[in-house]
């Protein structure tokens, strides 16, 4: 069965840089394609940015100058970094399974609330 | 930059009803769009890829339909566990949502 579980801080203060990890299992990361998808409470969903594990990378325009997305597949681990974060930036932030690579979205994880404050 | 609007925002609805949920793109997208369902506190779960395939597992009361720039989504008779948030995504160009369409409880 597989599965995705993030982690990671819940509060960040303003300007510094959130930091979230999903741990896959189940699967190998390095079949697939990941991505790292957001909600603000009570908002719709916004795409962050999408990763294979050979490296291709692709970003949503209107983050890519502050977001780094990365895998590890020894620890069959994604990660998502956001730099400078303001209180626009508090959200629920899911990680999500691409198994065909047509960059819609099979499987998610749970997520997790992230606040970001002063 | 594709725009993705969904119509309506809300929709109240009794079980049993026939439900149609309409979404709108900017420019023309094929038949590249997907459609999810989310409950409060849950992550979205997809029901509905490339505009009109049907997610294994999913009910086969949910149907997609469209191409280009116009889409629906129906629920040809509404079940006590579909009261939920509905979701497309354009994925033509790079990942894009709709704001949601909330259906409720008449």
Same mark, same amino acid.
């Given at each position: 069965q597989v599965q995705l579980q993030e982690s990671g801080p819940g509060l960040v203060k303003t300007s510094e840089t959130l930091s979230l990890t999903c741990t896959v299992s189940g699967v190998s990361i390095s079949n697939y394609y990941w991505s790292w998808i957001r909600q603000p409470p009570g908002k719709g969903l916004e795409w962050i940015g999408?990763?294979?594990?050979?490296?291709?990378?692709?970003?949503?325009?209107?983050?890519?100058?502050?977001?780094?997305?990365?895998?590890? &597949?020894s620890k069959n681990q994604f990660s998502l970094k956001l730099r400078s974060v303001t209180a626009a930036d508090t959200a629920v932030y899911y990680c999500a399974l691409d198994f065909r690579g047509y960059?819609?979205?099979?499987?998610?994880?749970?997520? &997790?609330?992230? &606040?970001?404050?002063? | 930059d594709i725009q993705m609007t969904q119509s309506p925002s809300t929709l109240s609805a009794s079980v049993g009803d026939r439900v149609t949920i309409t979404c709108r793109a900017s420019q023309s997208i094929s038949?590249?769009?997907a459609w999810y369902q989310q409950k409060p506190g849950k992550a979205p779960k997809l029901l509905i890829y490339k505009a009109s395939s049907l997610e294994s597992g999913v009910p086969s009361r949910f149907s997609g339909g469209g191409s280009?720039?116009?889409?629906?989504?129906?629920?040809?008779?509404?079940?006590p566990d579909d009261f939920a948030t509905y979701y497309c995504q354009q994925y033509n160009s790079y990942c894009g949502f709709g704001q949601g369409t909330k259906v409720e409880i008449k």
């Open positions: 999408y990763i294979y594990y050979s490296g291709n990378i692709n970003y949503n325009p209107s983050l890519k100058s502050r977001v780094t997305i990365s895998v590890d &597949t960059w819609y979205f099979d499987l998610w994880g749970r997520g &997790t609330l992230v &606040t970001v404050s002063s | 038949s590249w769009l280009g720039t116009e889409f629906t989504l129906t629920i040809s008779s509404l079940q």
